[in-house]
């Protein structure tokens, strides 16, 4: 799925960026044996800065790891959002739209009756609302061709640990297993787990971790250390995760 791809490039940037961090780190001492100063032109000053000063990883990967989270975050709107494009594709009517994806026509006008209610629209949910409001007509019992607006749904993502993740996907009528996505390639290898049971638990921990993590450092910074070692999992865990969440939805894109 696109979203999958577009969050997926997004993460392979971050990995990026911490090699050049650590490059740049394990540099900035050696770099007066191997600069002629005399061809920097105007880059002198500014290379002097560098050199000067001392590097602190530990800031860039703090915030690294709350830039993955927000991605995440903006990775399940994308994944409703075309999930609930693929549906309009189906030209599903509403009694089969009820019965293949329980429920999802009513949390749908749930999430549009909050919008549209909304006094003020928040700048970062960027709904059209000419289009919800035909998509809500179009959810009418009887109704032939069922349209759902996917990205209405981002009024009910805020905190995002492993509890609200669930029940996210619930909402378009289908199932999320801690203990399916514990038997996920690569899921057991990532958290260093063995069996289903321990494995299930370890990724609802790892999930209520990061989201924890992403919410004090986004709001505090403070001490919370977040080495190398443990940005590289939360990446390994987030891909994992964004595999198994696409094909969850894939059913919607059939």
């Not at 860039?60 to 594709?89: R, W």
């Not at 019992?141 to 069922?146: F, R």
């Amino acid at each position: 799925m696109a979203s999958k791809d577009t969050y997926l490039a997004y993460l392979d940037e971050i990995i990026q960026v911490v090699d050049f961090v650590d490059a740049g780190a394990l540099l900035r001492p050696q770099l007066n044996k191997f600069l002629i100063w005399e061809g920097l032109g105007n880059l002198r000053e500014t290379v002097q800065r560098f050199m000067n000063s001392q590097p602190i990883v530990d800031r860039v990967y703090q915030s690294l790891l709350v830039s993955c989270h927000a991605g995440f975050e903006q990775f399940i709107i994308d994944l409703a959002e075309e999930s609930c494009i693929g549906i309009g594709k189906m030209k599903l009517s509403s009694q089969v739209v009820e019965e293949r994806f329980p429920g999802l026509i009513d949390r749908f006008r749930h999430a549009a009756g909050s919008i549209l209610s909304s006094k003020k629209s928040r700048a970062y949910w960027r709904i059209d609302k000419e289009r919800l409001v035909s998509d809500l007509g179009s959810t009418s019992v009887g109704s032939s061709q069922v349209n759902v607006l996917g990205r209405s749904f981002i009024v009910s993502v805020g905190s995002v640990d492993s509890g609200a993740l669930v029940a996210f996907v619930q909402q378009f009528g289908l199932s999320f297993s801690w203990d399916n996505f514990a038997k996920h390639d690569g899921v057991s290898k990532v958290l260093k787990s063995s069996g289903v049971r321990e494995t299930s638990k370890l990724a609802q921990t790892m999930m209520d971790e990061l989201n924890e993590r992403r919410n004090l450092l986004a709001h505090s910074q403070g001490a919370l250390v977040v080495g190398r070692e443990y940005l590289n999992s939360a990446v390994s865990f987030y891909k994992c995760l964004s595999d198994y969440l696409s094909q969850v939805f894939s059913v919607c894109v059939r």
